[in-house]
Structures are given as C-alpha cells and as structure tokens.
C-alpha cells in the first residue's frame, strides 16, 4: 500500500501537474506574488512543448529502466511529500528524486523551469477553457496568458500527445508499484484540459 500512495506522489511530480492540473496551495504573499509573476510571464513556444514533450519521454525511459524506483523512494518521509506551496516546492521535491530530475535538465530545464512550464501550460488551458465560455468577461485576462491559451489550441495534437504519454507514464509507475487502482483515462479537449 505504501509503495502505491508513494508511486502517485512519484507520478504527480513526473506528470509535472499536467494531467492532474494541482493548483499550489496557500503560500505567503511574496512567494505568492514572485510565483504568479513567473507564470503570467511564462511564454509557451514549439521549443518549450518540445522541451516538456523529451520530459516525459525522458521520464518514461527511465521509469521503464528502474522499475525499482517507486520501491526506493517508498521510506521517505511523508513530511517531505507534503503539498507543494511555491514553485520552489515543487522544484525541490523534483530535486530529491535524482533520476527524474536527471530527465529534466536532459531535456535542457532546470526543475523549476520545468514547473513553471507546467504550470504555464495548465494555466493556458485553464485560460482557454475561461475564452471559450460565453458570456466570459476577457478583460481581466492578461495578453499573455490569452497568447499561450491560443497558441496551445493551435497545437492541441501535440499536447494531447503529450497528455496521453503522462497517461502511459502513470499507469507504468502503477503497475510498476502493484497498485491496481482507477487509471481511467480522461481525453483532452481541443485546448489541451481534461474532461
């Protein structure tokens, strides 16, 4: 049991908050301030989704290599595996599986580039599904997040590649943990989100 709950936390981080979408939780107002200015002027571009597309083919890799690596990880603290408040939270949970982090910079980020980028990206579909609403007030959007929101459904395909290899991702490290729990499957819409 303890394997499984550990292999969803290894699967949260490698899924870098893409499929699941995790907001951060409550932090202070300075982290909080630095950590929204990171992500509104994130800018989502081909070389960035192709970036976060060798992640996860990166992460797949190994995670098919070292089917012991939800096994080794399994005693860590849970105090250490608590929720991320601030990206550097994240960054730092990334850091303390040496293996992942290992597929990260390969890719050529840092772990906190890489999750500012994730959340960017969620941020865009969230932002995308926000545009598409009727009656939606877009004023109070900003332009930049209105950018990645449209460049993100102009390259839906490649994200829903992306997505669906999170997806594979997560039930390997599933089976790789014995856990047996739901995998159902959610297919992404047009502008990249869950539904």
């Known amino acids: 049991m303890r394997n499984s709950i550990y292999a969803g936390r290894v699967a949260a981080i490698v899924l870098g908050f893409l499929v699941a979408g995790a907001p951060l939780a409550a932090q202070t107002a ?3 301030d630095a950590d929204t ?6 800018h989502l571009t081909m070389p960035v989704l192709n970036r976060m597309a ?9 995670v098919k290599a070292h089917p012991e690596l939800a096994k080794k990880y399994a005693d860590q603290s ?6 991320a408040k601030t990206i550097d939270d994240m960054a730092k949970k990334l850091d303390r599986i040496p293996e992942l982090k290992a597929a990260v910079i ?11 980028a994730s959340m960017g990206t969620f941020q865009a579909a969230m932002t995308s599904a926000v545009l598409d609403m009727p009656g939606a007030d877009k004023s109070k959007i900003p332009a ?3 950018a990645n929101a449209a460049f993100l459904k102009a390259h839906a395909a490649e994200m829903q590649k992306l997505q669906a290899r999170s997806v594979e991702l997560q039930k390997l490290l599933q089976q790789q943990s014995g856990d047996t729990g739901d995998t159902t499957e959610s ?6 989100s869950q539904r």
Not at 106 to 115: H, I, N, Q
């Open 106 to 116: 390969k890719a050529g980020f840092t772990p906190r580039d890489y999750m500012i």
């Open 144 to 146: 930049n997040a209105k």
């Open 78 to 83: 849970d105090d250490d595996q608590g929720d």
């Open 30 to 32: 300075s982290a909080a």
């Open 54 to 62: 060798q992640v996860q083919e990166n992460m797949y890799a190994t």
């Open 187 to 192: 297919k992404p819409d047009s502008s990249g």
């Open 37 to 42: 200015k990171a992500i509104e002027n994130f």
